[in-house]
C-alpha cells in the first residue's frame, strides 16, 4: 500500500502513516476506488495494534467497515490508526484517513484477533 511510518505515540496507542494515492488507483470517477481506501484504513488499524504490542501481535481481521466522507483524491494522504480496546481474544482498532491539511476522508473499525508475529522489527521504520 505504500505505507510510510511516521510516528507511535504509546500513550494513546496511536500511528501515523502516510500515504501517497497514486494515479492507478484513481477511477473514471477521479477518486480512489473505495476497496483500496480500505485497505488504507486496514493498514493503518493493523499498525497501530502492531506497534502497541511492540511487534509482538499483530491482527487477524474479523471485520473491517468503514465510511468514505469525501472523495479520496490522487496524491499525498495521512492515516491515523488506534487501537481502542485490547484483550486477550479481542481487539478493536479504529482510523481515520485524512488530506494533509486535516480534512477527514475516511473511517474504519475492525474487530481483530491478536495473533502472534514471527520476527518482526519494529526498529527498521516502514
Request: glycine residues 10%; proline residues 8%.
Amino acid at each position: 500500500m505504500g505505507a510510510e511510518f511516521v510516528s507511535f505515540d504509546k500513550d494513546t496507542n496511536t500511528v501515523t502513516i502516510n500515504f501517497t494515492a497514486p494515479e492507478v488507483f484513481i477511477t473514471p470517477r477521479g477518486s480512489v476506488q473505495g476497496g483500496l481506501v480500505a485497505g488504507f484504513l486496514d493498514e493503518t488499524m493493523g499498525w497501530a495494534h502492531t506497534y502497541s504490542t511492540n511487534g509482538e501481535y499483530s491482527p487477524l481481521m474479523l471485520d473491517v467497515n468503514f465510511s468514505l466522507l469525501r472523495p479520496v483524491r490522487q496524491g499525498p494522504l495521512v492515516a491515523k490508526g488506534t487501537v481502542i480496546k485490547a484483550g486477550k481474544r479481542i481487539v478493536f482498532l479504529s482510523a481515520e484517513l485524512m488530506e494533509p491539511d486535516g480534512t477527514i476522508l475516511a473511517r474504519g473499525t475492525s474487530t481483530c484477533i491478536p495473533t502472534p508475529n514471527p520476527g518482526i522489527d519494529l526498529s527498521v521504520p516502514r
